[in-house]
């Protein structure tokens, strides 16, 4: 059975309200699915109470996996970790900034599926999409020692990271998280300059344990740049129930054209000129 995952911690409204939109899309794309569940993991439980899904409280671990708030997106990774450990079945992490499209759990489950590489069969992990390699020039030189893969050093000609608005794994990659943990936490005083160290640290993992990854993009929309994210927080606004337990699904999805994007920033750049000055 594949777990779906999604995390809210902190207590903003606006990514609360993303999460109810990807939710929701996630949740018409499932149906009556009988291999797949919702979990959130969460530091408000009580917030979800109404709703569909498994609810699972991370109040008591925020503090220790942000390591004392020094790196906040360290939380994705210990919570993939955790929800392994706990249910001992595929999980699929979804960032709240996302819309499922139809054919997503299709998608999802034949690519998590073992594939052979150099006549070896590997389980895949799924992520979004690739994204560049030599990710962190001004890494170069650095070096640490990880639980399960030993020595590591950065590798300007090799390293490479991949998008984690999506994390599918399998109860086999276990080690790959712990290690994926350990090397954040080797970088984390550099966190400053790299705010994607969990995906950095994550496709790091996974390349040095020549793991296959499986893109995920065309059923998967991950809008995380500042112009699309003001475009879908007044789609959300206009197609979403004030009524926090109303999941009833929108009559149109967002559809994420350029042009309504361009427009609509340009619209908001315009009307919220002067903001600023106001205050």
Same mark, same amino acid.
């Given at each position: ?7 809210? @911690? ?7 309200? &993303? ?18 569940? /919702?979990?959130? @993991? ?28 020094? @790196?906040? $997106?360290?939380? #994705? ?22 819309? /499922? ?5 299709? &998608?999802?489950?034949? #690519? ?16 979004? !999409? ?14 640490t020692v990880l639980p399960h893969l030993g020595r590591y050093r950065y590798d300007r ?5 991949f998008n984690s608005g999506l994390i599918g794994v399998s109860p086999v990659h276990v080690? /790959? ?6 090397? /954040? ?18 496709? &790091?993992?996974? !390349? ?13 929309? $991950? ?14 606004? #206009? ?26 920033? @340009?619209?908001?750049?315009?009307? $919220? ?5 106001? !205050?």
């Amino acid at each position: 059975m594949l777990h779906y995952l999604y995390l809210d @911690y902190g207590g903003l409204a606006k990514y609360r309200r &993303e999460l109810k939109y990807s939710l929701i899309s996630l949740g018409q794309e499932m149906g009556a699915q009988p291999d797949a569940r /919702i979990a959130v @993991y969460t530091d408000a439980p009580g917030l979800y109470a109404n709703w569909p899904v498994e609810v699972v409280d991370i109040g008591p671990y925020v503090q220790d996996w942000s390591r004392g708030g020094l @790196y906040p $997106h360290r939380i #994705k990774p210990a919570v993939v970790l955790a929800a392994l450990t706990r249910v001992a079945a595929p999980g699929c992490f979804v960032d709240s900034d996302t819309i /499922i499209r139809p054919g997503f759990h299709a &998608e999802v489950t034949t #690519k998590m599926a073992p594939q052979e590489v150099w006549s070896v069969t590997k389980t895949a992990l799924a992520m979004n !999409r690739f994204e560049l390699m030599n990710p962190f020039p001004p890494l170069k030189g650095f070096r640490t020692v990880l639980p399960h893969l030993g020595r590591y050093r950065y590798d300007r000609a090799g390293s490479w990271m991949f998008n984690s608005g999506l994390i599918g794994v399998s109860p086999v990659h276990v080690p /790959i998280l712990e290690d994926t943990l350990a090397l /954040i936490d080797a970088l984390i005083g550099r966190a400053r300059k790299f705010p994607t160290l969990e995906q950095f640290a994550l496709s &790091e993992a996974v !390349r040095l344990n020549q793991i296959p990854v499986a893109e995920v993009r065309d059923t998967f929309v $991950h809008y995380w740049q500042g112009r699309r994210r003001i475009y879908m927080a007044n789609e959300i606004e #206009k197609s979403l129930s004030p009524d926090w337990d109303d999941l009833t699904p929108p009559k149109q999805w967002a559809q994420m054209n350029y042009w309504a994007v361009r427009a609509y920033n @340009y619209w908001y750049g315009v009307t $919220h000129m002067f903001e600023g000055w106001r !205050r």
